[in-house]
């Protein structure tokens, strides 16, 4: 929602919706907010997982780890790809990638070669008989 609403989008909202805001205070805080808007309790939950539990860790954060993101390095991302977008915020589409579907069963034969693997079928099946077999 505050994406949308910093996009200029009207919706109606307060900042009792937002994190940072303290139901028994009735207090905002803007530098929580802006804690969570650039990934330090994402930062603050991977430093917890890297000290508590290592496999969980390359578990859930093996992609961040296969890019160099570690959790110090998380406000300086959140920060280049705010001000990448800002740059130029018209969004491209990726590009549609070629997949050939698996067929699991036979594709539907027309007429003509439902006839001729018929005729296949008779001229098989009288030649084993004419040889004695069948």
């Known amino acids: 929602m505050k994406g949308a609403a910093d996009g200029g989008l009207d919706i109606p909202h307060s900042t009792k919706r937002f994190p940072g805001f303290d139901e028994d205070s009735g207090e905002f805080s803007a530098e929580t907010h802006r804690k969570y808007i650039m990934g330090g309790h994402v930062a603050d939950y991977m430093t917890h997982l890297q000290e508590e539990d290592s496999e969980a860790y390359q578990r859930q954060f093996g992609r961040f780890i296969k890019l160099g993101v570690t959790a110090d ?5 959140y920060k280049k790809v705010h001000s990448t977008i800002r740059a130029n915020p018209e969004h491209k589409p990726a590009a549609k990638k070629a997949v050939k579907t ?3 069963n036979r594709a539907k034969l027309n007429n003509a070669q439902r006839k001729d693997r018929v005729k296949q079928k008779k001229e098989s099946w009288l030649k084993k008989v004419a040889e004695g077999n069948a």
């Open 73 to 77: 390095g998380m406000e300086a991302m």
């Open 102 to 104: 698996k067929r699991w």
